[in-house]
Antibody, heavy 123, light 109 residues
Framework: QVQLQESGPGLVKPSETLSLTCIVS??????????WVWIRQPPGKGLDWIGN???????YYNPSLKSRVTVSVDPSKNQFSLTLRSVTAADTAVYYC???????????????WGKGTTVTVSS | EIVLTQSPGTLSLSPGERATLSCRTS???????LAWYQQKPGQAPRLLTY???SRATGIPDRFSVSGSGTDFTLTITRLAPEDFAVYYC??????????FGQGTRLEIK
């Protein structure tokens, strides 16, 4: 049974850095069949894609966040991470990690999601 | 970048009725590279369907998808109480970017 679990602080001060980790169990983060994804959901709003990372460490980001975000993998711990710099109140959201099925040249859907973690940006 | 527009924003129906949710794409899709997710309050989204007709594991057959080109539909026949939730469509294909529709809220009438 594949499970993803987000962890990290629930409160971050404005201008500081948000760091979250997603621990993966039941699936290898080194598999070429998946990308690993971060998605967020501001209160009362829809789903916003943040970024993806491959098993190689290559990452792809939402252009609106690209200058502030880093997504990386840690194969030794079978987990991947999100770093979002210079946060503001607009970054307050539930943050989800997810597994995305990929092909050799195609990218598909997210078949497994973490339960999400709430991050509030406030002083 | 393909933009997804879902309609209606909110759909009010009673248990047992049929629900029809729409997802329109800004560009014609050569194949049905579309997924649908269900999200209940306080929960993560859950994959419902993908492609032209595939349901994810454990999804009942009252959920079905149809459409082509720019117009796609998620149909739920005989609504069950647990089906009232928010539904999102997502396009996928050759780009690593992920785009979602803005969602349709299915509420009990």
């Amino acid at each position: 049974q594949v499970q993803l679990q987000e962890s990290g602080p629930g409160l971050v001060k404005p201008s500081e850095t948000l760091s979250l980790t997603c621990i993966v169990s039941g699936s290898s983060i080194t598999s070429s069949s998946f990308n690993w994804v971060w998605i967020r959901q501001p209160p009362g709003k829809g789903l916003d894609w943040i970024g993806n990372v491959k098993n190689s460490g290559d990452a792809y980001y939402n252009p609106s966040l690209k200058s502030r975000v880093t997504v990386s993998v840690d194969p030794s711990k079978n987990q991947f991470s999100l770093t979002l710099r210079s946060v503001t109140a607009a970054d307050t959201a539930v943050y989800y990690c997810a597994r995305r099925i990929v092909g050799r040249i195609s990218y598909f859907y997210m078949d497994v999601w973490g339960k999400g973690t709430t991050v509030t940006v406030s002083s | 970048e393909i933009v997804l527009t879902q309609s209606p924003g909110t759909l009010s129906l009673s248990p047992g009725e049929r629900a029809t949710l729409s997802c329109r794409t800004s560009q014609s899709l050569s194949d049905t590279f579309l997924a649908w997710y269900q999200q209940k309050p306080g929960q993560a989204p859950r994959l419902l369907t993908y492609g032209a007709s595939s349901r994810a594991t454990g999804i009942p057959d009252r959920f079905s998808v149809s459409g082509s080109g720019t117009d796609f539909t998620l149909t739920i026949t005989r609504l069950a109480p647990e089906d009232f939730a928010v539904y999102y469509c997502q396009h996928y294909g050759s780009s690593p970017a992920i785009t979602f529709g803005q969602g349709t809220r299915l509420e009990i009438k």
